[in-house]
């Protein structure tokens, strides 16, 4: 069976290396599997939207319906978005027919310093507006498969994901 | 190498069952396939979208990225869209790094009579406006493979259209 494992969290929290890491572990069992990442999304698909609630909104939609007609074409995908509130996560699940819900957690002090392209930096500075943690929410998702960034390494990380998808997949 | 094979091909010329059957045999032959059709596409993703000159643009805006992206993902992509003039083929030939364009061609007349959703007819009504063929522009294609879906039946035409594609496909 093909399912969507979606992974949301902060800015920084490491929901990119999370899903290329676990794409990597699954190609090598055989899976045909599709990342979905933010920035090359933006970058064509969706690089009339910019990052306005409407926008966010937007944006989610249209990847999900691209992971729903990837997943009724056999593959697995595995999608690294932000996707910060609960409202915009139920939209996810309600276009998308199988979905597991990864939550990538790291605080915000510590996905702050990572700050891996200088974007916290400069929501602080108000060079850029709706930044999620600083001046847009993230809310915690109520459900979902819960994995530690923050105090965990990518092994262990990758490790506790994979025990926790549907045993056909190990 | 995978690359994108795109039909383009006046409504009712058979592009969907061109793409359905050559997803099959590749599919056979071990390749990962994703077919891309105008209805599945319209329903969900683009859902938003109408037929002004403006949307169908950015309709097909969004499907170039999207195969692109699975492109890059190591699949096959069969793309079946009307996709009636060369300026939205030359941009959907710069969104795709490999793309190979087919021409299902067939008259208007025969598509006419062929009319599977009654489109034709409500567009000879003019109850549906912009509709390709009658009230909006279809151009033939300058350099494509030419399949003829109106002389020859299905079998003829995959075969042909399979002996088009890089040996390393069949």
């Known amino acids: ?9 902060l800015p920084c929290a490491g929901k990119t290396t999370l899903g ?6 699954l190609i090598k069992k055989g899976h045909s ?6 920035d090359d999304i933006r970058k064509g698909l969706n690089s009339d939207l910019g990052f306005s609630s409407e926008d966010r909104k937007e944006n989610l939609r249209r990847i999900s319906h691209i992971a729903e007609l990837l997943n009724k074409n056999g593959n697995l995908v595995i999608a690294s978005f932000v996707s910060p509130t609960n409202e915009l996560r ?17 605080s915000l ?10 974007m916290y930096k400069k929501a602080r500075n108000k060079e850029i507006e709706d930044f999620t943690g600083i001046d847009a929410p993230f809310e915690e ?5 819960l994995i530690d960034t923050e105090k965990k390494d990518v092994d262990y990380c990758i490790n506790e994901l994979i025990l926790n998808l549907d045993k056909e997949l190990i």
């Not at 069976?1 to 969290?9: E, F, K, L, V």
């Not at 002090?109 to 200088?118: A, N």
């Not at 998702?141 to 498969?145: H, W």
């Open 20 to 25: 290329k890491r676990l794409k990597y572990e």
């Open 33 to 38: 599997v599709v990342h979905l990442d933010g």
């Open 90 to 106: 139920n939209m996810i699940s309600g276009i998308i027919q199988n979905i597991k819900l990864v939550y990538a957690r790291c």
């Open 1 to 9: 069976m093909s399912y969507t494992i979606w992974i949301t969290g």
């Open 141 to 145: 998702p109520d459900t979902s498969i």
């Open 109 to 118: 002090d510590e996905c702050e310093k990572r700050d891996v392209k200088g």
